[in-house]
């Protein structure tokens, strides 16, 4: 079945560890994107990517960085956590044919930073 | 770039009654407008959207309308249930960017 998969859901670190959040599609979409969220909150847009080797940073200044070596798979990692990183990240991806602004969204990553 | 305002913030009513969300937005070349629904512990899903090239579109109990002139776009739920408690996301994007701009959300509570 065509989805977007985050893994892991939830995950508890501690400060300064690097971390790398995991999204792949089967849905076929060239555009993907990583929001962070604090729970019913608003969508901050902070990179996002319009298909292999295309990486841009969003809005919300983020210390996060994003590759995209396939187009299936569009990993977030964090270097350093800090407790300030500590939000839900969504990652989404849209592009189906005659829709393409309709975003679907992953599960979700809920990140507590210790 | 794009600003999307949206209210209320936070919008309760009773079961069976009808509940508006309402979203302006300040780029005229926007022309298209989903709405996004986020139930608690879920992940936000598309449940309507809209075109610039269309004043209104409905499916079932749910409506948008859309003044270009005015530039706002509103969400119209009618006879609520208690299913339709979440959280209601607007958004607005133009053509070629494929990057929304979302309004901050709705909190919608429908008392049983």
């Known amino acids: 079945e065509a989805d977007i998969y985050q893994t892991p859901r939830y995950l508890v670190i501690g400060t300064g560890k690097k971390i790398t959040l995991e999204c792949s599609q089967t849905?076929?979409?060239?555009?993907m994107y990583w929001y962070q969220q604090d729970p019913g909150m608003e969508l901050h847009l902070i990179h996002y990517?319009?298909?292999?080797?295309?990486?841009e940073k969003g809005d919300l200044s983020s210390e996060s960085t994003v590759s995209r070596i396939r187009t299936e798979h569009f990993p977030l990692t964090l270097e350093s956590a800090r407790p300030s990183h500590t939000s839900q990240y969504l990652c989404?991806?849209?592009?189906?044919?005659?829709?393409?602004?309709?975003?679907?969204f992953g599960p979700g990553t809920r990140l507590l930073v210790l | 770039g794009e600003n999307v305002e949206q209210h209320p913030s936070t919008l309760s009513v009773q079961e069976g009654d009808s509940a508006v969300i309402k979203c302006t937005y300040s780029?005229?070349?926007?022309?298209?407008f989903p709405w996004y629904k986020q139930e608690l512990g879920k992940r936000p899903q598309l449940i309507i959207d809209?075109?610039?090239?269309?004043g209104e579109k409905k499916d079932q109990r749910i409506a948008v309308t859309l003044n270009k002139t005015a530039k706002h776009f509103s969400l119209h739920i009618t006879e609520t249930q208690p299913e339709d408690s979440a959280v209601y996301f607007c958004?607005?994007?133009?053509?070629?960017?494929?990057?929304?701009?979302f309004g901050r959300g709705t909190s919608l509570i429908v008392h049983p």
């Open positions: 989404a991806s849209s592009g189906d044919a005659g829709t393409h602004e309709t975003q679907y």
């Open positions: 849905m076929g979409h060239d555009k």
């Open positions: 990517s319009y298909g292999v080797n295309s990486t």
């Open positions: 780029d005229s070349a926007s022309n298209y």
């Open positions: 809209i075109r610039s090239n269309v």
């Open positions: 958004a607005a994007s133009k053509g070629g960017s494929y990057i929304p701009t």
